[in-house]
């Protein structure tokens, strides 16, 4: 007989886990062998239980989800995490797949699909929303805009992402505000976004998100 999957169910929400603890757990090749509630007890359970599958929220705290799926990616690198999370703009889909998530989901998915994402993801095979993919694919268009800008350009939109002005950007970068007017004029165009508004939201999104301030 084959052994049953274990999974580690991981949400902030208590009425979340045992909703999917309750589904779940009428599947036969299913075991629930632990819940965790933020990204810290996750990583603690993984090490402790070691489940075949961990199906994951990203918006926790006091630590979120991405962090705890980097965190169990270092402790092993061939650990299978499904997000499950009610999140699926770019700023989330990207960050989770580059972490190594093995499967991206919504909560408003089957059960039957979810459990088929799990199945699928015991064999290595991984399962994205379709909505997830759609999301990941507009993220790293965006994202390719960003090579298009020179390291100088790069400075002045980190500057711009945190507030500054022109003349505060002149003045850190050692450069005349005409200067920094050309630099913005030519991020606004290689962005094709309207105004520094945008181009910040941008940079936050796409460029920053996992940068630190350094």
């Known amino acids: ?29 299913f075991v629930i062998i632990g819940e965790a509630e933020d990204g810290n007890d996750a990583w603690v359970q993984y090490q402790q239980l070691m489940p075949d599958i961990v199906l994951l929220d990203l918006q926790m705290e006091p630590v979120d989800g991405i962090t705890a799926l980097i965190a169990i990616k270092e402790v092993d690198p061939e650990a299978k995490v499904i997000v499950l999370t009610s999140f699926v703009d770019s700023a989330n889909v990207l960050p989770a797949i580059e972490a190594g998530a093995t499967g991206y989901m919504l909560k408003t998915a089957d059960p039957e699909e979810i459990a088929d994402a799990i199945r699928a993801a015991h064999i290595g095979k991984g399962t994205f929303d379709q909505v997830a993919i759609q999301a990941m694919s507009e993220g790293m268009k965006n994202r390719a805009k960003f090579t298009e800008l020179t390291d100088r350009e790069r400075e002045v939109l980190r500057l711009i992402s945190k507030g500054k002005s022109n003349q505060e950007i002149g003045d850190q970068l050692f450069i005349s505000i005409k200067t920094v007017k050309t630099h913005v004029s030519n991020i606004l165009s290689k962005l094709d976004v309207e105004d520094r508004t945008q181009a910040a939201v941008y940079a936050l999104r796409y460029l920053f998100l996992n940068e630190g301030d350094g």
């Open 1 to 29: 007989m084959t052994a049953p999957i274990k999974i580690l169910i991981v949400d902030d929400h208590h009425v979340v886990r045992k909703g999917l603890k309750t589904v779940l757990g009428l599947e036969e090749d």
